[in-house]
């Protein structure tokens, strides 16, 4: 498989730039089959989320793949409603526990959906980072005043952070904020879906890059130094070639694509408070 580039976000820790997105199938064969084609092709980047209740299984492909723990980065997406802080690190130190998965490299936030109770459950979160359970932290979907926010109020404040970026969403604001707090961008939805593959200024330049439209748009976020997630629904639309899909863009398509931020959002995403 393709030697793929690793990005250091800090105390050491090294996080494959491009890895898979976390995902729910129908069958528990199926989620199995996912994990080793990815495997196969190289990543060794998996998000879980623990929304969709396959830890587990992802867990036993990962083992069954005869990697070392070290070889394997894992992130975590926990869900917060209605969760205190014990509750949080609880639930998170018994599905470490029981997977027997020793460590957590990425353990995030889900999404912003218990305000009330975000910053107790963020010292749940430090808690996991100084027990060791946890190497890094984050946080996904939140807007630029709470990660203002809880990067002034946080002892262990978060040094990854996922959204929905692409070349029709740039979200300039936040990822520039991010790039100037030590803050590491992750991309969970690089292609919108889809839903502009077919747009002019991408085909030109697929054309003159003798590529495809998708690939172009995940190598846009390459280029920009984001940690890129494929989303699994895509693999069928989409060649995995990691070898092609890291590969930065030149000058020209970069340029020319900074032009069609339409803050465009294909995915779910929380309706955000600010904080007053």
């Not at 002019?200 to 997630?229: P, S, V």
């Amino acid at each position: 498989p393709h030697q793929q580039v690793v990005l250091n976000i800090g105390n050491g820790i090294f996080v494959p730039q491009i890895g898979l997105a976390a995902f729910r199938t129908e069958t528990l064969n199926e989620t199995k089959s996912t994990i080793n084609e990815y495997l196969s092709k190289g990543v060794r980047l998996f998000e879980i989320a623990e929304l969709f209740c396959n830890a587990h299984i992802i867990k036993d492909a990962l083992f069954e793949s005869g990697l070392n723990r070290s070889e394997v980065c894992i992130a975590l997406k926990v869900w917060p409603k209605n969760r205190t802080a014990d509750m949080l690190f609880s639930s998170c130190k018994r599905l470490i526990e029981s997977s027997k998965l020793e460590y957590i490299d990425i353990v995030m936030v889900h999404a912003p959906i218990d305000i009330e109770n975000r910053f107790d459950q963020w010292k749940a979160m430090e808690q996991l980072q100084e027990d060791g359970l946890a190497r890094a932290l984050g946080i996904v979907n939140i807007s630029l005043i709470q990660l203002m926010t809880i990067l002034k109020k946080s002892e262990k404040p978060p040094t990854i952070f996922e959204l929905e970026v692409h070349p029709f969403n740039q979200q300039k604001d936040l990822v520039d904020f991010c790039l100037g707090s030590s803050v590491h961008v992750v991309t969970n939805e690089p292609f919108s879906k889809g839903l502009r593959s077919k747009n002019g200024t991408i085909k030109a330049a697929a054309d003159r890059l003798l590529t495809t439209e998708e690939h172009l748009m995940f190598r846009w976020a390459i280029t920009k130094g984001y940690i890129t997630l494929i989303p699994p629904n895509i693999r069928n639309n989409v060649n995995v070639d990691l070898e092609e899909l890291s590969k930065p863009l030149d000058t020209e398509a970069m340029t020319a694509f900074e032009d069609l931020d339409e803050g465009l959002k294909s995915s779910w995403a929380p309706n955000v408070e600010d904080d007053d």
